[in-house]
Each structure stands twice: as structure tokens, then as C-alpha cells.
Antibody
């Protein structure tokens, strides 16, 4: 069974940093692209970042580019999101998501339960 | 960025009934590799999103055949037949063809 468990969320002041983690199990982690998707309170979904299987390629929307960094440790089956220069608009539940398949990496088939990040002074 | 426009914003449906959700993209979702990366997700209350349909019309593993997707280019539809209580929640369309990937604003399905 595919499992994705996020951790690392919490309350952080504007301008500070936070690092999220996602522990994966139930599949061969190194074979799949991975992603982070967020959801502001009572709002819709926003794609945040995607990383290739080896970690050599990363993709971001302009809203987080230059502030957020996605990374992975295939030996530990873990995904990370380093978030710097946090803003109030980054307040959201952050979901770790696995690509649909080893071939199709542009959609997400499995999602974690999410971790809440609150940016406030 | 590709804008995904979902209609309606909310739907009221009777159990056992049928309904559909429309999703239109601001540009064609046909990728240069020939695939159309249009997905449908359902987020039930208090839960994470779950994949229903991938690449326009393919049901994901375990998704009942009451759900069907169709469309092409910029115009897509999710149909739900024989609505059951567990179908309630917010439905999102999503495009993975163009960066940045984008979601529709969601359609809330409620019981009549």
C-alpha cells in the first residue's frame, strides 16, 4: 500500500524558513517523480514543485521559484521542501504527492494527509 | 499560465441521480507527446484529494465505472451517474500539460 506521510509543518514568522519532509513507503520511491501541492485554508489546490526521479530536474511555479527548493533522498525514500522567505500567502496545508506512474509524471496518483504551515507574526 | 475554468461552482444532486461537471482550459491541453494531461480529482470533506480520472478518460484503479471523463483540446467533462453518498465533496480538474501545472477552482457536489 502506498503511504506518504508529511511532517515539519507549524507556525513560523514571515521571512523565516521551514523544511517539510515526506516519508514514502509501499513503492519503489526512486522510480517516481514526486511533487508538493498546497491548499490555502478554504481555498483550492496549487501545484508547488515537482522533482525528477534522480533529483536532477526540478520545476516550480513563479509564486515560489527562488524561495522554495524541492529535494529528495532516494536512499531514505524521503521527499523534502525547503521553504525560505516565507510570506503570509504561503499559509496552507502542504501535500506530498506521487506521480501517477513511472511513465506518466505529470499527474498525481497518491497524496499524503498533508501538513499545515501557518505564516504569521 | 493555463487557466482552468470549472462550471458550475456547486451542484445539488439526488442520490441515484446523474450529473456532470465542465472544465475548460485557456489553451489546448494536447502535449507535444500526443497525450492530453487532463485529470479529475475528488476531495472529500476533511480528506486529501484522490485521483478519479487521468488523461481525460481513464479511470484510476478502484474508481467505480459510475465516473466517466470525456473531452478534447480545451473542453472536458466529468460525468457521475447513480450518485452515492461517498461521491460528495469538491471536484477539481487539473492540467499537467503546460508548466506551471494548474487546477480548476473546484465544483462542490452536495445532496439535494
Amino acid at each position: 500500500e502506498v503511504q506518504l506521510v508529511e511532517s515539519g509543518g507549524g507556525l513560523v514568522q514571515p521571512g523565516r524558513s521551514l523544511k517539510l519532509s515526506c516519508a514514502a513507503s509501499g513503492f519503489t520511491f526512486s522510480n517516481y517523480y514526486m511533487a508538493w501541492v498546497r491548499q490555502a485554508p478554504k481555498k483550492g489546490l496549487e501545484w508547488v514543485a515537482t522533482i525528477s526521479t534522480s533529483g536532477s530536474r526540478t520545476y516550480y511555479p513563479d509564486s515560489v521559484k527562488g524561495r522554495f527548493t524541492i529535494s529528495r533522498d532516494n536512499a531514505k525514500s524521503s521527499l523534502y521542501l525547503q521553504m525560505n522567505s516565507l510570506k503570509s500567502e504561503d499559509t496552507a496545508t502542504y501535500y506530498c504527492a506521487r506521480a501517477q506512474s513511472m511513465v506518466t509524471h505529470r499527474g498525481f496518483a497518491y497524496w499524503g494527509q498533508g501538513t499545515l504551515v501557518t505564516v504569521s507574526s | 499560465d493555463v487557466v482552468m475554468t470549472q462550471t458550475p461552482v456547486s451542484l445539488s444532486v439526488s442520490l441515484g441521480g446523474q450529473t456532470s461537471i465542465s472544465c475548460r482550459s485557456s489553451q489546448s491541453l494536447v502535449h507535444s507527446d500526443g497525450n492530453t494531461y487532463l485529470y479529475w480529482y475528488l476531495q472529500k470533506p476533511g480528506q486529501s484529494p484522490q485521483l478519479l480520472i487521468y488523461k481525460v478518460s481513464n479511470r484510476f484503479s478502484g474508481v467505480p465505472d459510475r465516473f466517466s471523463g470525456s473531452g478534447s483540446g480545451t473542453d472536458f467533462t466529468l460525468k457521475i451517474s447513480r450518485v452515492e453518498p461517498e461521491d460528495l465533496g469538491v471536484y477539481y480538474c487539473y492540467q499537467g500539460t503546460h508548466y506551471p501545472y494548474t487546477f480548476g477552482a473546484g465544483t462542490k457536489l452536495e445532496l439535494k
